[in-house]
Nanobody, 118 residues
Framework: VQLQASGGGLVQPGGFLRLSCSAL????????MAWYRQALGKEREMVAK??????TKTAESGARFSISREDADNTVYLRMNNLKLEDRAVYYC??????????????WGQGTQVTVSS
């Protein structure tokens, strides 16, 4: 099982990006999914999470970021609007996954760089 993230890139302040992360492999069920980020010199922090039931939580108020999931594809998305310079970081997806052998584990994606710059 692995998580494959994509969608990062360079964007100007005020712009938007949508990150995607797909769980691949021998998967029986994907439970909680989340996005974290880690800026240079800082600790990794949670950005948003979504449960299997679709309950979401974002770390920041104001609804700039929204998380969603498509269970048919085992994919989680992070829509980021009105990006700011301080949003620059490596973004990681994570998920709690039950594999087809009955083992449940926590997985991290490889990270995707988001750069906000004028």
């Amino acid at each position: 099982v692995q998580l494959q993230a994509s969608g990062g890139g360079l964007v100007q302040p005020g712009g938007f990006l949508r990150l995607s992360c797909s769980a691949l492999g021998n998967i029986a069920r994907v439970d909680d999914m989340a996005w974290y980020r880690q800026a240079l010199g800082k600790e990794r922090e949670m950005v948003a999470k979504i449960t299997l039931d679709g309950v979401t939580k974002t770390a920041e108020s104001g609804a700039r970021f929204s998380i969603s999931r498509e269970d048919a594809d085992n994919t989680v998305y992070l829509r980021m609007n009105n990006l700011k310079l301080e949003d620059r970081a490596v973004y990681y997806c994570s998920a709690e996954i039950l594999n087809t052998y009955g083992d449940r584990s926590h997985y991290w994606g490889q990270g995707t760089q988001v750069t906000v710059s004028s």
